[in-house]
């Protein structure tokens, strides 16, 4: 078990991420777990800064909105730096869920967890 | 085909990069210029991430990308040519006379830089290189998407 809960900080373009936790908050009223990261605005330096500031200290897993981009090479520069810092992409709703009632856990193991509950939540339903 | 884009931003690849210019270009090529970026094989492998596999992505220090331009644009294919800063497009300028003209698409805030429009900040010493660019013949404007209004240096600098 960590020794402090887990941070999760969403890196996103837009207001993705402000949007994500405001839903993750209506749905579960817990508040304060996630913390929000637009790259609004933001080169290299800037986005790095407002990542530093959001994560703090402590573990922390980032979930980045796309596999790619500004917001992934800032976060996977980060983690690099932070051995208890761990990056996740193609955050959706669903894995924020999952997590913000699972932050007793290593970073690594709960990155491998919100892949798998935000992989579970993609299906094509029954017409 | 040829290099359709030469662009100044320091995201280098990004989303409005690889989708919001390259789906309209119908790129299969992006050459990232950047000394750093060249010989650094854990940043190539992030960059690379970013990009779609049908579009190949190519590494070069400034001195290698002046060499390899003229073959970069008789390529069949469309192609992108990034830059991540101002100094970078000065210098490959100054090697490849051949580049004429550059797309300022995003230089962030930074301390010393003041507001150009909403994408550009520059200081004055960056504002003055830019200038020069247009001075000796290469056509300098910022527009951050096709879609926007391309802006010549004049206003923004």
Redesign the interface.
């Given at each position: 078990m960590s020794s402090s809960p887990l941070r999760g900080v969403i890196v996103s373009?837009a207001a993705v991420a402000q949007a994500l936790v405001a839903a993750v908050t209506a749905i579960t009223g817990i508040e304060g777990a996630l913390t929000p990261v637009s790259n609004e605005?933001?080169?290299?330096?800037?986005l790095a800064e407002r990542l530093r500031e959001a994560v703090g200290s402590g573990p922390a897993v980032l979930f980045v909105d796309?596999?790619?981009?500004?917001c992934?090479?800032s976060s996977?520069?980060y983690a690099?730096q932070h051995a208890d810092v761990a990056v996740v992409t193609g955050v959706n709703l669903a894995m924020l869920l999952d997590f913000v009632f699972h932050r007793d856990i290593a970073p690594a193991e709960a990155a491998r967890r919100a892949v798998d509950a935000g992989g579970k939540a993609i299906r094509v339903t029954a017409a | 085909m040829t290099l359709a884009l030469y662009r100044i931003d320091?995201?280098?690849?990004?989303?409005q990069v690889?989708v919001g210019w390259g789906q309209p270009l119908d790129c299969t090529f992006i050459v990232l210029v950047d000394d750093e970026v060249s010989g650094s094989d854990?940043e190539q492998d992030?960059?690379r991430?970013?990009?779609p596999p049908h579009i190949e992505v190519i590494f070069a220090s400034v001195e290698k990308a002046a060499e390899l331009l003229p073959t970069w644009e008789a390529d069949s294919r469309v192609g992108i040519l990034l830059v991540g800063d101002i100094d970078t497009a000065v210098a490959l300028t100054a090697r490849a006379p051949q580049v004429r003209r550059f797309n300022v698409g995003?230089?962030?805030?930074?301390t010393g830089r003041r507001e150009r429009l909403?994408?550009v900040y520059l200081t004055d010493d960056e504002a003055a290189k830019l200038r020069q660019l247009s001075a000796r013949g290469v056509e300098v404007t910022a527009q951050d998407v096709p879609t926007a209004r391309a802006v010549p240096v004049g206003e923004f600098t």
């Open positions: 373009h605005g933001c080169g290299t330096e800037a796309l596999p790619g981009g500004s992934l090479t996977a520069r690099k | 320091d995201r280098l690849i990004h989303g690889v854990w992030l960059y991430m970013g990009v995003g230089v962030h805030h930074r909403r994408f």
